[in-house]
């Protein structure tokens, strides 16, 4: 039976960027002091990558795991971060509850809006807008007592 999803992995170009990104701008914490594997037969297995080499970390913010990935090896066949109407997994959600001041502070956490503000669409306050390394990342403000609320969703 499925509970939840546990984490979401992000592959990134400057890891250590990326992690001081996400620990500032959402107040991501490291779990452990992360991890690496080169030549290993059964990561391969694992990550379906042959010859692949990587280090990473994961990261923690309240029941949510983000897992940030760097491969050395082997490299990239795609230049740039997926669009959110490419197919395959395009951005991730994270929830607020002062969007207007939570923009601005991921602003100045180097995540960019492209000018945009946020729409309100009755339910929900949502725009999707740009990590330092390009990847999307939705954020919302739900109204209360919609049905779509974190607390809803958990029952809580």
């Known amino acids: 039976m499925i509970r939840a999803i546990h984490h ?3 592959n990134c170009r400057d890891m250590a960027r990326m992690q001081a990104f996400y620990c500032e701008a959402f107040g991501f914490e490291p779990v452990d002091d992360g991890f690496g594997w080169s030549d290993d037969a059964a990561m391969d297995h694992i990550v379906d ?3 692949s080499a990587a280090r990473g970390v994961m990261l923690r913010a309240g029941t949510c795991y983000l897992e940030l990935f760097e491969y050395s090896a ?3 066949q795609l230049p740039d971060a997926k669009r959110p109407n490419d197919p ?3 951005h991730l959600c994270v929830d607020v509850t002062e969007i207007e001041k939570d923009i601005v502070h991921l602003e100045k956490c180097g995540m960019t809006f492209a000018g945009r503000a ?10 999707y807008g740009y990590d330092p390394e390009g990847n999307v990342i939705e954020v919302q403000q739900t109204a209360p007592q ?9 029952g809580g």
């Open 88 to 90: 395959g997994y395009t």
């Open 74 to 76: 082997p490299p990239t």
């Open 118 to 127: 946020f729409v309100d669409v009755g339910h929900v306050k949502t725009i």
């Open 8 to 10: 979401v992995g992000v």
């Open 49 to 51: 990558v042959k010859s």
């Open 146 to 154: 919609n049905g779509f609320t974190l607390e809803e969703l958990s």
